[in-house]
């Protein structure tokens, strides 16, 4: 059995392999231009944020139904389940489906259908994160939340995503005020593509609790010695950023730098159908080209429910099996 983590930085419609989008293309009558998943996967060389971004919204298209985002939901969580995530945050877009005529409501109980049964069938506590497509106008953002009002009991917080330069954060101010008017929770993609005074911005405009990336921080010493101050968590997603080419490989990935700032990281899949695995394969690839000893690998994992919205009894709970792990069993 892997480490138990939790994963915190993970897109539902990311998770969207290719086998599953021929079968809902096919419930759904819609014609993808791939003959078949091996000329799909094929598609999936990108060369940076956008070139992914725009394949990722073009086989959106086959999500139409409820049943649909719920077969989508249960089919990450079957996997993860197998990945050792025991909590899962999951991101979604409700923009790039209510702009294809979806509705918000069939997104949200869709998904929420298997987020209910999560922790019976898979064992993983779930909570649902909101995201605005910062490409969008802020107005965009704000009918979306309002859209979202009569379901934010389902809702645990929001997010910011999608291409993030030249769409810093505080066009988003106006959102976020209101998200936290509500109580729910905030966090934000900053520092991905976009520089570290955008990961600033996210902390001091949207008064946002996790960064999501984060991986341009290095470039400002101040905010580095910040966020090690205040604990603000990372989510790292490793293999994200060699396929998007935010770093040439993995041997230079920061995590090992950072963690040595006494920064707060945590390891993610972010889109995994995409990007060549899920999230105990981002731990085994860092492992690998990092040379991260196991002890390493546990201070990643209990970081993961540190950083998560978690009730307290069930943190220390999954704190509690993680210092119990034992890496020869
Ligand atoms: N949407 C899905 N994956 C994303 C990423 N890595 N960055 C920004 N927006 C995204
Ligand atoms: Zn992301």
């Not at 790039?96 to 069939?106: C, F, L, P, S």
């Not at 389902?154 to 998200?179: C, H, M, T, W």
């Not at 911005?201 to 946002?208: I, Q, R, T």
């Not at 968590?233 to 490989?249: E, G, H, K, Q, Y």
Request: glycine share 6%; proline share 4%; aromatic share 8%.
């Amino acid at each position: 059995m892997p480490l138990p983590k939790a994963e915190l930085h993970l897109h539902i419609e990311g998770t969207l392999e290719p086998e599953l989008a021929f079968a809902l293309a096919a419930r759904n009558g819609v014609t993808l231009p791939y003959a078949d998943t091996g000329e799909l996967r094929r598609a999936y060389s990108f060369s940076d944020l956008q070139s992914f971004l725009d394949l990722y919204y073009a086989l959106m298209a086959v999500l139409r139904t409820e049943d649909d985002f719920a077969d989508l939901a249960d089919a990450y969580l079957t996997r993860a389940a197998a990945q050792g995530v025991r909590h899962a945050e999951i991101f979604f877009d409700p923009q790039a489906h209510t702009a294809r005529g979806v509705e918000i409501a069939t997104v949200i109980e869709g998904l929420s259908r298997a987020l209910e049964r999560s922790e019976e069938r898979h064992g993983i506590s779930t909570r649902l994160i909101m995201c605005f497509l910062r490409d969008e106008s802020a107005e965009s953002a704000l009918v979306t939340f309002e859209a979202a009002r009569p379901h934010l009991h389902r809702i645990a917080g929001v997010g910011l995503d999608s291409a993030e330069v030249g769409n810093p954060p505080a066009k988003f101010r106006e959102v976020y005020q209101l998200a936290a008017a509500a109580g729910l929770h905030r966090v934000a993609h900053a520092g991905e593509e976009g520089p570290a005074a955008y990961v600033r911005e996210a902390l001091d405009v949207l008064g946002v609790e996790r960064i999501d990336h984060g991986l341009r921080s290095l470039e400002d010493a101040e905010l580095v010695e910040r966020l090690a101050h205040e604990q603000i968590p990372l989510t790292l997603c490793p293999l994200s950023n060699v396929r998007l080419r935010c770093i040439d490989a993995l041997t230079d990935h920061p995590l090992r730098r950072m963690l040595d700032a006494g920064l707060l990281v945590t390891v993610n899949s972010d889109d995994p159908a995409y990007f060549g695995g899920y999230v105990e394969d981002n731990f085994t690839a860092v492992r690998d080209a990092l040379g991260l000893d196991d002890e390493t690998l546990r201070l990643l994992a209990a970081n993961s429910f540190r950083a998560a919205f978690l009730d307290e009894p069930r943190r220390q709970q999954l704190l509690a099996e993680v210092a119990a792990y034992d890496f020869a069993g």
